[in-house]
């Protein structure tokens, strides 16, 4: 039998609490607090990513999601005035429903991981890939789902924007307010 090392303890421990920030963030029922619970499970992921010895997509994780992403949802937050404390409408009552599904897929991907490296072992003791192969195969694979990403996420500010503004313009009508 194996014993773990120092290194699997702490693989373990930061799973974990990544685990209980992304249960709380989609449990809580304020908005802000879910922004903030996903800031800590994905810093969680970037420790996870040093524990593998991958420093270039941990430093990604960092500047992309935590530094951009969450940024962005912070500002949507923002300009959406959404409710700071407790809101009635992050609750939709359908939490048996989604524990179901989150459950069978989690099942799922736990299985289809298990049986995919069932017979692998990672050597972490000899670093595998680069950081000039990480870039070649992330901008020669991977530009254009970046990119629709980058979109997506600059259409959703857009969003957010014009969502505010209208909500604005009906409260100045209803208050005796017009366009002047």
């Not at 499970?41 to 996870?48: D, I, M, R």
Request: charge should be neutral; include cysteine; proline fraction near 4%.
């Amino acid at each position: 039998m194996l014993s773990p090392s120092g290194q699997d303890v702490v693989f373990v421990l930061v799973g974990l609490v990544v685990l209980g920030a992304a249960v709380l963030c989609v449990t809580t029922k304020q908005l802000v607090h879910a922004a903030l619970w996903l800031v800590v499970a994905l810093g969680g992921l970037a420790v996870q990513y040093l524990l593998l010895t991958a420093e270039f997509v941990a430093w990604v994780q960092v500047l992309i999601y935590l530094g951009s992403v969450v940024v962005v949802l912070l500002f949507g937050l923002m300009l959406t005035r959404a409710p700071i404390g407790p809101s009635p409408d992050a609750d939709s009552g359908n939490r048996p429903v989604a524990l179901a599904v989150a459950l069978a897929a989690a099942a799922l991907l736990v299985t289809l991981v298990v049986d995919a490296f069932r017979t692998a072992w990672i050597d972490l003791e000899t670093p595998r890939g680069t950081a000039e192969q990480v870039g070649d195969s992330l901008f020669r694979s991977w530009v254009l789902p970046f990119e629709a990403l980058s979109v997506l996420l600059l259409a959703a500010l857009v969003g957010a924007i014009v969502v505010s503004r209208t909500r604005s313009q009906a409260r100045t009508r209803e208050h005796g307010g017009g366009d002047r």
